[in-house]
């Protein structure tokens, strides 16, 4: 059942990034038609291209995540001995959660702050776009507890397999 819902989730976060993308590209291209064709400005299409590129950036990072694409300079990781390569792994590990952490606490200050705060041409509330971060980053830790379990679950000598 977890792992349903998990492939569920994962197919969500794909396709709602595709959508935006998508909508993204639509939007931007009846600006261009519109600006230099018709001559005819509509001022909303800049702001939702700005909202729908950032949900895409945070969507993006979950995936990336997902998929352990992140950038990673690993050079002197390879180069120690095999049980000192799992201190490090697990001494990064427990950074990067602590930053993941970090940042779902401080972006919930700026979802709040969005509640008081209006776009200047769409006339939304800022928090919708803010959800965008904790949102990110809650699936960011979900993906990266995912990897995590796997490479325990691999791992030659673990004594959980």
Request: proline share 4%; charged share 20%.
């Amino acid at each position: 059942m977890v792992k349903v819902l998990l492939k569920l989730l994962d197919w969500f976060c794909e396709v709602s990034s595709l959508i935006i993308l998508y909508v993204t590209v639509v939007v931007i291209f009846v600006q261009v038609i519109c600006r230099y064709v018709l001559e005819v400005a509509l001022p909303w299409t800049e702001e939702f291209a700005r909202f729908a590129f950032l949900w895409l950036i945070f969507l993006a990072n979950a995936m990336a995540e997902r998929q352990k694409e992140h950038f990673r300079v690993s050079y002197f990781v390879e180069q120690a001995p095999r049980r000192l390569r799992y201190v490090f792994w697990g001494a990064g590990e427990i950074l990067i959660f602590t930053f993941f952490i970090w940042l779902f606490l401080d972006s919930l200050t700026f979802v709040q702050m969005g509640k008081r705060m209006i776009s200047p041409v769409m006339q939304l509330r800022l928090d919708w776009i803010y959800w965008g971060l904790p949102a990110a980053v809650m699936l960011s830790l979900l993906n990266r507890s995912r990897n995590i379990v796997a490479v325990l679950h691999e791992r030659p000598d673990n004594p959980f397999a």
